[in-house]
């Protein structure tokens, strides 16, 4: 079932994120001020379609302190939020907190990346970067946080992020033909480079994970999957197929197509 849809503060928004929101304040002690709500196709452009589905917000934060915007993110991730602090120095965007409601039933394929990377301890920006916000909450979701607050119990930081096992083949494919540094395929390109010069597997150097200055993405992804393959034995033609993920199986990791 899909999430149920309200206008609230004139923005659009899921009654689950609203209910989200009103915890998150009740935390900060004061109201936040939305920018942009959820279901707002192509509404803006900087926003990579994060905010196409529901469970996405973006917070007014020029006007904060620098305290109010760090106590706004924790609050936001203590509830179920993947949110962060987002500078004029990061965009072309004011000052705002970024936020993805964790679990929500209609993000959007971008908004569902986001918290994929937040999970992994990265900043949800196409340059893949550590997360810069308060860490501990990567695995905090509103029915989790509620469950806490039934029981009387307050959400405690757990400082190792959930590290992401499941690698998808069709993205893969599609991260052998394309550049951009966002979307699925990107997430997975980046998680067989770093599983393949990962100590335990020496196929390729740690200088290798991101390509040489003037070598596209997808060249330089064809290029590590033939050592992958040489290291492994397998035919080195440089297409990541079922052959070259079963290895990965063997390190523990999930194949899906």
Do not use: C
């Amino acid at each position: 079932m899909p999430e149920i849809r309200t206008t609230w503060r004139g923005k659009r928004l899921n009654q689950r994120t609203v209910a989200m929101i009103k915890a998150a304040e009740r935390l900060t002690k004061f109201e936040l001020d939305l920018m942009q709500g959820s279901y707002n196709r192509g509404g803006v452009s900087a926003s990579a379609g994060t905010h196409d589905g529901g469970g996405a917000i973006d917070v007014r934060a020029a006007g904060l302190t620098p305290k109010q915007r760090r106590d706004v993110v924790l609050a936001l991730r203590k509830v179920g939020f993947a949110a962060w602090l987002r500078t004029p120095a990061q965009g072309d965007w004011p000052w705002h907190i970024h936020a993805i409601a964790v679990g929500d039933k209609d993000l959007s394929r971008g908004a569902a990346q986001q918290v994929r990377e937040y999970r992994r301890g990265l900043n949800g920006l196409a340059n893949r970067g550590p997360d810069d916000g308060p860490p501990g909450y990567y695995r905090m979701t509103w029915e989790h946080y509620q469950r806490l607050l039934a029981a009387n119990v307050p959400p405690r930081p757990i400082l190792r992020p959930t590290v992401n096992t499941t690698i998808s083949l069709s993205a893969l494919r599609i991260a052998a033909q394309r550049d951009a540094m966002s979307g699925a395929w990107a997430a997975d390109r980046a998680q067989v480079l770093a599983w393949a010069a990962d100590p335990k597997v020496g196929a390729i150097a740690r200088t290798e994970i991101r390509p040489p200055s003037g070598t596209p993405w997808h060249q330089h992804f064809r290029q590590m999957t033939r050592k992958i393959q040489t290291r492994f034995g397998l035919p080195a033609n440089g297409t990541f197929g079922p052959e070259t993920a079963a290895v990965m199986e063997r390190f523990g990791y999930t194949i899906t197509n």
